[in-house]
């Protein structure tokens, strides 16, 4: 195989396979989110610029995630500690069994079900270490892309034409593609999260619930992921609700099903639309990519689906193709 375009495809191909099978769709999605703010950061065409405020940005959110995971370390137990017992009264009143009859018994309980406590931590301590390097590495890669888009460390170009520089200029193609894809992709999430976010906010507030800020942060971030996020956050809404009454634990329970199956179709519905693909393609798309990656394979996954077919649109048909060779 001579052809730089034909090697180019296989090299996408490998990369795409070593991002699942290494499971990097962290190191990818931030490297494609850092680019993307870095290209929206260069309105004004001045690469210092769009750096410093990146950097900025940075520095912003990653103090806000630290502030709001503090919050959440303090508040969440008293949800817990408040939320168990009125939950386990209102089971015991209608005859249901649970595991658990307060926080201290709850936390117990889940780490009888994880067998070895000490492996367990030591596990999800290397996990956690190892999305935080792919977290750092993917900033520093789109920082890098950015300043130098080049494939010479110094941005230099030998002079005439090579293979090499044909090859990586196809590879270039490749990948400018995959990030138009996902900045196309990402459009669509953002009005989801927006949905999202509206809706549950409206909730909340007219139901009055304690902890307000915090539930609003939470959800607002959890509805940047592909419908797990809405598990994540609504476990915590219910919790809050049986604090307040069993009744409204349950109609918010109600509630928050209902937004969560709206958005489920709205993401087979609004992506599949941006990407112009159906919505059964969609669905095998992110559980595929949840059960490959993850969270980060549901958002990839999207990505890829806008990618293949930005591909496959700019060329005919291998059977034309094919009648062509001959």
């Known amino acids: 195989m001579k052809n730089p375009v034909q090697i180019s495809y296989v090299l996408i191909l490998v990369f795409m396979a070593l991002v699942a099978w290494l499971n990097l769709g962290t190191f990818v999605l931030t490297i494609l989110f850092g680019y993307l703010a870095l290209r929206v950061f260069n309105f004004r065409r001045n690469k210092l610029l769009s750096v410093a405020l990146y950097l900025l940005a940075v520095v912003v959110i990653g103090a806000g995630l630290l502030y709001f995971g503090k919050l959440a370390y303090r508040t969440f137990p008293k949800i817990a500690d408040a939320a168990i017992p009125a939950m386990v009264e209102f089971a015991e009143q209608n005859g249901v069994d649970l595991p658990f009859t307060d926080y201290a018994s709850l936390r117990a309980s889940a780490l009888e079900e994880a067998k070895e406590g000490v492996a367990t931590i030591g596990r999800y301590a290397t996990i956690a270490s190892f999305q935080s390097v792919q977290l750092l590495a993917g900033l520093v890669v789109a920082l890098s892309v950015f300043v130098n888009p080049s494939w010479t460390a110094g941005g230099s170009r030998t002079a005439g034409e090579s293979f ?24 669509a999430q953002i009005v989801i999260a927006a949905i999202n976010t509206v809706l549950t906010a ?45 009744r409204l634990g349950i109609v918010a329970l109600i509630f928050l099903i209902v937004v969560h199956k709206l958005e489920y179709f709205l993401n087979s519905k609004i992506i599949g639309k941006r990407i112009d693909s159906p919505m059964w393609l969609t669905l095998i798309g992110l559980l595929l990519g949840e059960r490959l ?18 591909e496959a649109s700019g060329y005919p048909p291998l059977r034309a193709v094919a009648r062509l060779e001959q």
């Open 293 to 310: 990656m993850g969270i980060p394979g549901m958002i990839l996954a999207p990505v890829i689906l806008q990618y293949v077919r930005a």
């Open 202 to 246: 409206t909730f909340i507030l007219l139901s009055g619930y304690p902890y307000a800020a915090l539930l609003l942060c939470l959800v607002f971030l959890c509805g940047l992921l592909p419908i797990v996020g809405n598990l994540i956050s609504n476990t915590v809404i219910v919790g809050v609700g049986f604090t307040m009454s069993p």
């Open 164 to 187: 090499y520089s044909e090859m990586t200029r196809e590879l270039g193609e490749r990948f400018v593609i995959l990030y138009q894809s996902f900045a196309r992709v990402m459009g």
